[in-house]
């Protein structure tokens, strides 16, 4: 059996348990048996020697994080855990810098790591250097297909393209969700919102974060293409990586969201004529990252795209990307949901069966 011990059960977290709860139910749980052992949140954590009860799993909150757990310590978790009987992955789905420095340590004490947070793999450079040395083919390993498309095989097509020896010549596409939503409804003919308008729609239907100047930034893309990079053998960085800021530079230190989207409307302007250039041109905006296996010049920034553009076409919050390679002259691309708690908690589990799979656990 592969032990589950998941850390930070927050939405992923949840709807992780949901479907790992489904699949013990299901005829498929007889050859890939995944069990969890294993909760820590913020205050409270509990380990057990044996599966937890399907009906405590479906009420843990209460159940196995209430009164009887322990207080939360990341290190006597991990202590714990690494001590149970046969293979334990710990599923980190946090977005915490802190827990993910704890990768090494988690892999030195022979535990799998499973995992949508991005800092591990984008952060320091020594850090995913780190991981890589700690990570053998018989022993302890690193699952993240989540952090670049959530459940989209994204990472594993690029792990495939690279182990196969074809040459990446670049990767393009639209990786976040947000920007997704907003430049496919501000950005195509015919379109009569204004740019405030759209960003107040996307936030009110939760496709924002609570600022939403955290999806602007560009930041969340540039931790996606550096993880992309990194994968594909290049030393991207995000202190070197250009990335395009398309919050207006009045706006950026206001003290917060709510005054940010008050005086957003200001730059409505702004983005019409960006947007009216675009169209003049048979072009549409949209926000991009792009890995440049060639030259060098990799970055994520607003673009204009052709209408006959496989990107021009996106709909709603979808997630599209582009791998050009030695031998696909005429793109590879994934499409689809990229973002969300379900999905996302099936590219874990998804890594969690590879795990299952590779290590040959049986019941």
Same mark, same amino acid.
């Given at each position: 059996?592969? @032990?589950?011990?998941?850390?930070?059960?927050?939405?992923?977290?949840?709807?992780?348990?949901?479907?790992?709860?489904?699949?013990?139910?299901? &005829? %498929?749980?007889?050859?890939? &048996?995944?069990?969890?052992?294993?909760?820590?949140?913020?205050?409270?954590?509990?380990?057990?020697?044996?599966?937890?009860?399907?009906?405590?799993?479906?009420?843990?909150?209460?159940?196995?994080?209430?009164?009887?757990?322990?207080?939360?310590?990341?290190?006597?978790?991990?202590?714990?855990?690494?001590?149970?009987?046969?293979?334990?992955?710990?599923?980190?789905?946090?977005?915490?810098?802190t827990v993910a420095e704890l990768y090494p340590h988690?892999?030195?004490?022979?535990?799998?790591?499973?995992? &949508?947070?991005?800092?591990?793999?984008?952060?320091?450079?020594?850090? !995913?250097?780190?991981?890589?040395?700690?990570?053998?083919?018989?022993?302890?390993?690193?699952?993240?297909?989540?952090?670049?498309?959530?459940?989209? &095989?994204?990472?594993?097509?690029?792990?495939?393209?690279?182990?196969?020896?074809?040459?990446?010549?670049?990767?393009? *596409?639209?990786?976040?969700?947000?920007?997704?939503?907003?430049?496919?409804?501000?950005?195509?003919?015919?379109?009569?919102?204004?740019?405030?308008?759209?960003?107040?729609?996307?936030?009110?239907?939760?496709?924002?974060?609570?600022?939403?100047?955290?999806?602007?930034?560009?930041?969340?893309?540039?931790?996606?293409?550096?993880?992309?990079?990194?994968?594909?053998?290049?030393?991207?960085?995000?202190?070197?990586?250009?990335?395009?800021?398309?919050?207006?530079?009045?706006? %950026?230190?206001?003290?917060?969201?709510?005054?940010?989207?008050?005086?957003?409307?200001?730059?409505?302007?702004?983005?019409?004529?960006? @947007?009216?250039?675009?169209?003049?041109?048979?072009?549409?905006?949209?926000?991009?990252?792009?890995?440049?296996?060639?030259? *060098?010049?990799?970055?994520?920034?607003?673009?204009?795209?052709?209408?006959?553009?496989?990107?021009?076409?996106?709909?709603?919050?979808?997630?599209?990307?582009?791998?050009?390679?030695?031998?696909?002259?005429?793109?590879?691309?994934?499409?689809?949901? *990229?973002?969300?708690?379900?999905?996302?908690?099936?590219?874990? !589990?998804?890594?969690?069966?590879?795990?299952?799979? %590779?290590?040959?656990?049986?019941?």
């Amino acid at each position: 059996m592969l @032990n589950v011990a998941i850390v930070g059960p927050g939405l992923v977290g949840s709807a992780l348990i949901e479907q790992l709860v489904a699949h013990s139910r299901s &005829p %498929r749980f007889a050859s890939l &048996p995944i069990a969890v052992v294993g909760i820590i949140n913020s205050k409270k954590m509990a380990v057990s020697s044996t599966p937890f009860a399907v009906g405590d799993l479906g009420e843990w909150k209460s159940r196995i994080l209430g009164d009887s757990a322990s207080a939360a310590d990341l290190g006597q978790f991990a202590d714990q855990v690494s001590a149970l009987k046969g293979p334990t992955a710990v599923v980190d789905c946090t977005s915490s810098d802190t827990v993910a420095e704890l990768y090494p340590h988690w892999l030195s004490k022979g535990l799998h790591v499973v995992t &949508p947070n991005k800092k591990a793999f984008s952060g320091d450079i020594s850090l !995913f250097r780190k991981i890589q040395e700690l990570t053998t083919p018989q022993g302890p390993s690193v699952y993240h297909e989540a952090p670049v498309g959530a459940g989209l &095989p994204v990472l594993s097509t690029l792990n495939d393209l690279v182990r196969t020896g074809d040459k990446i010549i670049k990767i393009e *596409g639209i990786f976040s969700g947000t920007l997704s939503y907003l430049f496919n409804n501000f950005s195509v003919p015919g379109a009569t919102q204004k740019f405030s308008e759209c960003v107040s729609v996307a936030k009110a239907s939760g496709y924002t974060e609570p600022d939403p100047r955290d999806d602007l930034n560009g930041m969340d893309v540039a931790r996606k293409v550096t993880i992309l990079g990194r994968v594909a053998g290049q030393d991207l960085a995000l202190d070197t990586l250009p990335v395009e800021n398309i919050v207006p530079d009045a706006l %950026r230190s206001v003290s917060s969201a709510d005054e940010f989207m008050s005086r957003l409307p200001e730059f409505d302007e702004h983005f019409k004529k960006l @947007n009216d250039e675009a169209l003049a041109s048979g072009s549409v905006l949209r926000y991009v990252g792009m890995v440049d296996g060639v030259g *060098g010049q990799s970055s994520v920034k607003l673009a204009r795209y052709p209408l006959d553009h496989p990107f021009a076409s996106l709909k709603g919050s979808d997630n599209i990307i582009a791998f050009t390679t030695e031998r696909f002259s005429n793109p590879l691309i994934v499409q689809g949901a *990229g973002a969300g708690a379900a999905v996302t908690a099936f590219g874990i !589990f998804a890594d969690l069966i590879k795990a299952c799979e %590779r290590f040959g656990v049986s019941s």
